[in-house]
């Protein structure tokens, strides 16, 4: 209840049009290599922009290792293909590398979990000034699951996302303004990548149908409250244009549905 209360006064902080709604799809298979051990395949799609286009498309290879009743180890290698609107097609790849360690309890019906997941994304369509190409996260998250229906199996979650290495500097002097008067700025000297803040706030809820062993079914609604603190300088890094510095955020929702198959 006390996480619900924060969530729902962050949203009392956005500005009016700072909601999205958005959709995803993905289609997966798991394969059992040995005792413990998965190996997973998924394909997803993303539709953005009010459910109106499309986002980016994403194929992850995974390895899963259950060591135990209570523990599983997961790490894997996602291709993100975002489109681009203005160009017609994709552009500008991102590689991503995830680590995850799993650990359940189960209490009669009812299967608690928490998750640390640490996640390594390449980008190289960005200014290096503003943000960074080698960008590190910790995804932390609570989980419950309900095993006690017959094929179905109800959960909810909350996941909290920290940006490890956000891009960071120094202003000095006073305020400029540009040679043709549109822009005021200060001078600026980029410091690194050392800012270090929670960006995304994530409630999650759905079910799992189980028609059979083999074949399962995903339905499931994600709240984000997104809170990104927009560093907008030139290209060379020495000028920080007030009018568009400062925290940009954003809800959204995104309605889901999920496909796995188990050899």
Not at 14 to 39: N, T
Not at 51 to 58: E, G, Y
Not at 137 to 143: D, E, H, Q
Not at 207 to 234: C, E, G, M, Q
């Amino acid at each position: 209840m006390k996480g619900l209360a924060i969530f729902a006064a962050l949203l009392l902080t956005l500005p009016a049009g700072a909601q999205e709604f958005a959709a995803r799809s993905s289609v997966g298979a798991e394969v059992k290599l040995a005792r413990g051990l998965r190996l997973g395949v998924q394909e997803e799609v993303r539709i953005g922009d009010g459910l109106s286009a499309l986002d980016d498309v994403r194929s992850t290879l995974d390895l899963s290792y259950k060591l135990n009743r209570y523990v599983k180890f997961s790490g894997g290698y996602t291709l993100i293909n975002p489109y681009s609107q203005s160009a017609s097609g994709f552009a500008d790849p991102r590689h991503r590398l995830f680590f995850a360690i799993t650990g359940t309890y189960r209490v009669g019906d009812f299967q608690f979990s928490l998750r640390e997941k640490l996640q390594y994304t390449h980008r190289s369509d960005v200014n290096i000034y503003q943000t960074p190409p080698d960008a590190f996260a910790l995804k932390s998250r609570i989980g419950l699951k309900y095993k006690g229906i017959r094929h179905w199996e109800p959960f909810g979650y909350f996941e909290l996302r920290t940006a490890l290495n956000e891009s960071w500097g120094q202003v000095t002097g006073g305020i400029q303004t540009t040679k043709k008067k549109e822009k005021d700025y200060y001078a600026f000297t980029h410091t690194g990548y050392t800012n270090i803040y929670n960006d995304r706030f994530r409630f999650n809820i759905g079910t799992d149908w189980n028609p059979t062993k083999r074949h399962t079914l995903r339905f499931h609604v994600l709240a984000d409250y997104i809170s990104k603190l927009k560093l907008d300088t030139n290209s060379d890094g020495t000028r920080l244009f007030i009018d568009t510095t400062g925290w940009e955020n954003t809800f959204r929702l995104s309605f889901c549905l999920g496909y796995k198959y188990s050899f």
